[in-house]
Nanobody
Framework: QVQLVESGGGLVQAGGSLRLSCAAS????????MSWFRQGPGKEREFVAA????????YYADSVEGRFTISRANPKNTVYLQMNSLKPEDTAVYYC??????????????WGQGTQVTVSS
């Protein structure tokens, strides 16, 4: 059974940076598009970024374009999210997940525990 474990969250001041990691076990990620989603307080979970299995393609939500970078290290079965120029509105629990459909950004039904990112103003 696949497990996705997110880490790297924390408290940071506005303008700061964090790097999130998502480690997978139970399944090799190489063939799968992967994604990051987030859920802010009182908000619906929303798409943040996606990366194709071979890293050839990436896609970002407008709200993070130019500030966040998604990457992956297939030999390590790990996906990353580098977050720069953080804003208070980036405060959320961040989740990684398999991406079932690139066009619709539909994620898998399974969610890990996520990692909390809090950006202070």
């Amino acid at each position: 059974q696949v497990q996705l474990v997110e880490s790297g969250g924390g408290l940071v001041q506005a303008g700061g940076s964090l790097r999130l990691s998502c480690a997978a076990s139970g399944r090799t990620l190489t063939s799968y598009a992967m994604s990051w989603f987030r859920q802010g307080p009182g908000k619906e979970r929303e798409f943040v970024a996606a990366i194709s299995g071979d890293s050839a393609f990436t896609y970002y939500a407008d709200s993070v374009e130019g500030r966040f970078t998604i990457s992956r290290a297939n030999p390590k079965n790990t996906v990353y999210l580098q977050m720069n120029s953080l804003k208070p509105e980036d405060t959320a629990v961040y989740y990684c997940n398999f991406l079932l459909n690139w066009q619709t950004k539909k994620p898998n039904d399974y969610w890990g525990q996520g990692t909390q990112v809090t950006v202070s103003s």
